[in-house]
């Protein structure tokens, strides 16, 4: 690499250190900050020098145990000096090299907590717990993409020239300006996307010739049993009647609410409502059917809510639940 920089490498040498930086990025990404820091100074060749005995090891087929050449303390504390100012620098060009990823912006509702944030145009979303919400600093500019894992609620402020895009595991959801409900946990083999007001969109990513357009009072669901996906349609105010809005969005009001769900089902709700882990000690526990709605109940109480119209038995230790006969 010193011979490079000061041009005085022969061309199966350039081609031997070609093939040696292919075959390691990291190794790579160094070169090319070299590069561009150029050779006009004596300092810069020694640079170089010591990059390349601090890379070669991690190149060579046989394991290196020492560098070639050793130094005094002093030599080394130079070398350390020098090589934080070239991190420095090449951190810098790699910022401006990859802006978006540089400046990525995350919003996270901690396990138990909801939270309410503004984006950059406006918007506003509410995250329920355990969901993250990420978007670069293109956002805004020429698109406005977020990227969600969990549970969200949007207020999407219009605007015909830039589309709001939602992107999840399994979908993505496009919008003008609308407010809807989407449900995608990583962890969770069902997806929902439910619309308020407006119109929606949807594109699933393993068929994307499918785009389901939804307006108010409908909601998609996406289940998925092993690799076989399965798509349904609803509209939840006919299924809820009055209480429609509240089932679907009462989460942003700390309120748990459900209808006609397992008790598994209700227990990932839990978890994240809670902040706690469930286990059932019982398997066929998972299948019992339940409705009910929490508002500012604690765990304990909940789950003796549960057990008027359910059966079992709980114990707590710490923050982790079991659930028993």
């Known amino acids: 690499m010193a011979k490079k920089a000061s041009r005085s490498a022969s061309q199966e040498e350039l081609e031997e250190l ?9 190794a790579a990404f160094t070169a090319s900050i070299i590069d561009r820091m150029g050779n006009k100074a004596a300092g810069q060749i020694e640079f170089a020098e010591q990059g390349w005995e601090k890379i070669a090891p991690r190149l060579s087929a046989a394991p290196v145990t020492a560098l070639r050449i050793k130094r005094g303390w002093w030599a080394a504390a130079a070398a350390a000096v020098v090589g934080l100012t070239a991190t420095g620098i090449g951190w810098q060009w ?6 978006a990823i540089a400046s990525r912006q995350e919003i996270t509702a901690p396990l138990g907590q909801t939270m309410k944030a503004l984006l950059p145009d406006g918007t506003t979303v509410w995250l329920n717990a355990g969901s993250k919400l990420s978007y670069d600093q293109r956002f805004n500019n020429n698109n406005r993409d977020i990227h969600v894992s969990g549970e969200i609620f949007l207020d999407v402020i219009k605007d015909d020239a830039r589309p709001f895009v939602v992107h999840t595991r399994k979908l993505d959801v496009h919008v003008l300006g609308t407010s809807f409900n989407i449900k995608a946990y990583d962890d969770d083999n069902r ?4 619309v ?3 119109k929606v969109q949807v594109v699933m990513h393993n068929s994307p010739e499918k785009k389901v357009i939804l307006l108010p009072h409908e909601k998609l669901i996406l289940s998925t049993t ?19 809005l509240v089932a679907e969005t009462a989460w942003r009001e700390q309120k748990l609410v459900f209808k006609n769900e397992t ?5 990932r709700k839990m978890e994240r409502q809670f902040n706690v882990t469930i286990s059932f000690e019982d398997e066929s526990l998972k299948k019992e059917i339940l409705s009910g709605v929490f508002e500012k109940e604690g765990i304990v109480k909940a789950l003796k809510l549960l057990q008027m119209t359910t059966p079992f038995h709980f114990r707590i230790q710490q923050r982790q639940v079991y659930i028993s006969r």
Request: glycine share 10%; hydrophobic share 35%.
């Open 18 to 26: 070609d093939q040696l930086l292919a075959a390691d990025p990291g």
């Open 196 to 198: 308020v007001g407006g």
């Open 94 to 99: 790699w910022r401006e090299q990859h802006p």
């Open 191 to 194: 997806s929902e996307v439910a």
């Open 226 to 244: 092993g690799k076989t996906d399965s798509l349904s349609l609803v509209n939840f105010a006919e299924i809820n009647g009055k209480d429609s």
């Open 263 to 267: 008790f598994e089902s209700v227990a």
